[in-house]
């Protein structure tokens, strides 16, 4: 594995990520991943963990990949740095003040959130760990197999699963919001208790006949968040804005078409939470810097021009859980490597976007 990230290092890549909330990345110890940073750090990138839980243990979850940052000497960005589920509430704070402390011991920490309260990810992410060993095909095997399903079902409704963050599953939090199969359309934007009402089964039944009869290809909003956790992570000065957006599905969740213009126009023109400058520099100059990029991310002579021109009084997401793929309004122009991609709120047709490696990020444009 070293070797392999070795390669895909010096081939261009940025860094490494980890699925550590999923399989088969819940599957890697703290050793392994140390090692697998040392990597990392010997060519200047950065790992960008999904840390192993966003809900029970999630301080614990935290801490974990801050120490292998600082063990390793390896750059760290927590993915959506969130704090969720009944059992964080009012929490932020003590997040931060491990991000602070690593800051000043002199790990390169930086961190992103999107604007949102609720998750996105698919409904198998839900089911234990063990239950996804061996592949898809013995996913599906065990849900139709008794002694499993009973287990499965111990996990998730009495003991809290692994994949649904170590906390008890709340049927009345987890929304459809995408199938796979056409026939199951009807299922989008109900919960699972809901779905299980419609259908006058128990919501377990409901959750495992869904996987089943979709083939695992589900995806869902899990409604886990907290406003003044949101607030207070987005407000530091090492937060980046991303997305975290998934594209497919009906329904998708609104972050993918909305979190930038969300930010400018609720969280600074109407909210207040962060200042016009503040918010311009943890969308543009600080995830430029993290990614390491050179000559972007700031407005200057000689750098390359991809620049939003956006009206501060009007800008707005206009993607709604509804109508999640409606675009942005106050966005007039769009320069994408110095071209117009949005000229006077008309997309063009240019594509002069280019994928960035490593290397050609430290290449002057020709
Ligand atoms: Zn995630």
Known sequence: MRRLLAQGLDEGALGMSSGLTYTPGMYADAAELTALCEVVASRGGYWCPHHRSYGAGALEAYAEVVAIARDSGCALHLAHATMNFEVNRGRAGELLALVDAAVAD???????????????????????????????????????????????????????????????ADWDRVQVSG????????????????????????????????????????????HVGHEENVRAIMRHPVHCGGSDGLLTGDRPHPRAYGTFPR????????????????????????????????????????????????????????????????????????????????????????????????????????
């Open 263 to 366: 930010y400018l126009g609720a969280y600074v023109r109407e909210q207040g939470v962060l200042s016009l400058p503040e918010a311009v520099r943890h969308l543009s100059a600080t995830p430029a810097r993290r990614l390491g990029l050179p000559d972007r991310g700031q407005v200057r002579e000689g750098w390359v021009a991809d620049l939003v021109l956006f009206d501060p009084g009007t800008v707005a997401e206009q993607a709604t859980y509804d109508e999640p793929r409606r675009t942005p309004r106050g966005i007039p122009y769009v320069f994408v490597n110095g071209v117009a991609v949005m000229d006077d709120g008309r997309r063009t047709d240019a594509l002069p976007g280019r994928a960035i490696t490593r290397r050609s990020a430290t290449r002057r444009p020709a």
């Open 106 to 168: 002199g790990v390169d920490l930086t961190l992103d959130t999107y604007p949102y309260l609720p998750g996105s990810t698919t409904l198998a992410a839900l089911l234990p760990g063990w239950a996804a060993v061996g592949g898809p095909a013995e996913t599906l095997r065990r849900l139709t197999d008794p002694a499993a399903r009973a287990r499965i079902r111990a996990d998730l409704e009495v003991h809290g699963s692994d994949g649904c963050h170590g906390v008890v």
């Open 179 to 222: 199938v796979r199969e056409p026939a199951l359309r009807p299922a989008v934007g109900l919960t699972v208790r809901q779905l299980a009402q419609r259908d006058g089964v128990e919501p377990f039944e409901a959750f495992t006949r869904l996987l089943l009869d979709d083939g695992l290809g589900t995806t869902i909003l899990q």
